[in-house]
């Protein structure tokens, strides 16, 4: 039984990594990478993403956006293909490493939530269809129009947001400490995968390092400036 399992691991490993292998040669490679660094207009950008694995959803979008908003589109778009694909390969106990990965989406999402219900704002089109606040959710999420309502979805998908939490700055504090505190979670459960342990680690670590420079800076209190751990 023991052995079955290994060797079960070891073929599922291998299935995945060679996968994961092929695509590494549809990676914008150096050359590409220092032209769109060195182009001057977004219109020189797209022309370079079009020879690219890029270029059909660049096509795909060009009727409905145009410049940065069209290049984030495409971008984004190829990214949440390859994620769903990754999450095909992966076993279920693994599945939650993606987390890693499309956390941050969830934040983003969240974030135009909130400042469409308190502010007021139409965020039509900049939401992004990645993460666990995405597809339907996220269409039920922006038919919500009662603050209250929103935070206690918002907590039933593992973002916990205090009940004196009302304001949208306050909000998105806790809905960022949220995040990463399921990181540093996270990452307690991947000793096995250090890879993935170092990457989490560099996440948090940015964290904590822009929040220092936000409370230097005077721009949040110094107890929101709590260190979580890197």
Not at 25 to 38: A, H
């Amino acid at each position: 039984m023991l052995v079955d399992g290994i060797y079960g691991r070891v073929r599922e490993f291998g299935y995945a990594n060679a996968r994961l292998r092929a695509e590494r040669t549809k990676l914008l490679d150096k050359d590409t990478l220092k032209s769109l660094c060195e182009v001057e207009s977004t219109d020189a950008m797209l022309e370079i993403l079009g020879g690219t694995v890029y270029g059909q959803h660049v096509d795909a979008w060009r009727a409905r956006h145009r410049g940065v908003m069209l290049i984030s589109k495409a971008v984004m778009e190829r990214f949440t293909r390859k994620v769903a694909q990754i999450e095909e390969m992966l076993s279920p106990r693994k599945r939650s490493l993606l987390y890693a990965a499309t956390g941050r989406f969830d934040v983003y999402n969240l974030k135009l939530l909130f400042l469409e219900v308190i502010k007021g704002k139409d965020c039509t089109g900049m939401y992004i269809e990645a993460g666990a606040v995405s597809g339907r959710r996220l269409a039920l999420m922006r038919n919500v129009r009662d603050i209250g309502l929103l935070k206690r979805v918002t907590r039933e998908i593992g973002y916990d947001i205090g009940a004196g939490s009302d304001k949208y700055e306050d909000i998105v504090q806790d809905v960022e400490r949220s995040y990463y505190e399921r990181l540093r979670a996270l990452k307690s459960e991947c000793a096995d995968e250090p890879e993935t342990q170092r990457y989490i680690e560099k996440v948090i670590d940015y964290r904590n390092f822009d929040l220092a420079i936000r409370a230097v800076r005077g721009m949040i209190s110094p107890e929101r400036a709590e260190p979580m751990g890197g």
